[in-house]
């Protein structure tokens, strides 16, 4: 096993970070790595947005509901859908390119792109020793998220990542076992083998939280999920992306 490997295999979110900022050659070096990243027909459907104000760092963590490391952290990027450029390419070029810009496939692609960028972002963070925290809440609230950056048309912003170097490292977090992520051939569908399977990992899981809670907290995988997805939230979004510009054909 390679250090590469190992730095994939070892990620956990972090949560807790020094009181110390990244400097410009570590935020320079992530965002390259960022761009290294393989990206659909050299579309290069995405932007990063780093944020460094505290005063918007902290009206972002408000945002995002109220998620303290949002705002205490070494650097704040904030991993955008773009399309912008695209559509000032077909001013620049004379051509229309409105079919393709609000078509779902673009959606999609600028939806894959910004991932396969911020993935490459957060290893390459976590190689140089510093840890790193997805934030999905900016969702919660797009359209104050999106004026407090002043982020124009055709741009979305998805998802943040807290950077910074590290103050407390939990336990990593088990997966579901590889049976139940890998297929071969075709997708496997022995509901039984199934369900033995989500029964295995909700007592591992369950163990985890129990460990991590001193007995606090028990919680199945299923039951977890079935609550948080018995709540349907973000329920404007197709409404939003399609004010945006995308999604529209």
């Known amino acids: 096993m390679n250090e590469v ?26 965002v390259k790595s960022a761009q290294a990243a393989s990206t659909s027909s050299f579309i290069q459907a995405y932007s990063i947005i780093g944020v460094k104000n505290p005063d918007t760092k902290r009206r972002l963590a408000e945002l995002a509901g109220n998620q303290p490391y949002v705002a205490e952290n070494g650097h704040f990027f904030v991993f955008c859908a773009d399309l912008n450029r695209h559509d000032f390419i077909g001013k620049f070029e004379n051509k229309s390119l409105n079919l393709s810009l609000e078509s779902t496939e673009k959606f999609m692609v600028s939806l894959i792109d910004a991932a396969l960028a911020a993935q490459n972002a957060v290893l390459a963070a976590e ?19 999106s004026t407090l950056l002043k982020i124009p048309n055709h741009v979305i912003p998805l998802f943040g990542i807290a950077v910074g170097f590290p103050l407390q490292i939990l336990d990593k977090k088990p997966r579901l076992p590889i049976e139940h992520i890998y297929h071969e051939e075709e997708y ?15 007592n591992i899981i369950s163990s985890y939280y129990s460990g991590r809670t001193n007995g606090k907290r028990n919680d199945t995988w299923t039951g977890q999920m079935a609550k948080m997805l018995g ?15 995308f999604l529209k054909d």
Not at 5 to 27: A, G, M, P, V, Y
Not at 188 to 202: A, K, R, S
Not at 236 to 244: A, H, I, L, P, T
């Open 231 to 245: 709540n349907p939230t973000r329920t404007y979004m197709k409404e939003f992306v399609q004010s945006k510009g």
């Open 188 to 202: 496997e569908q022995n509901i039984d083998q199934f369900e033995q399977q989500l029964m295995e990992y909700n």
């Open 5 to 30: 490997i190992e730095t994939i295999l070892n990620h956990r979110s972090i949560r807790k970070f020094e009181e110390r900022q990244l400097s410009s050659d570590q935020i320079k070096l992530i």
């Open 127 to 145: 190689s140089m020793g510093l840890g790193a925290c997805y934030i999905g809440g900016l969702r919660n609230k797009l359209d104050e998220v």
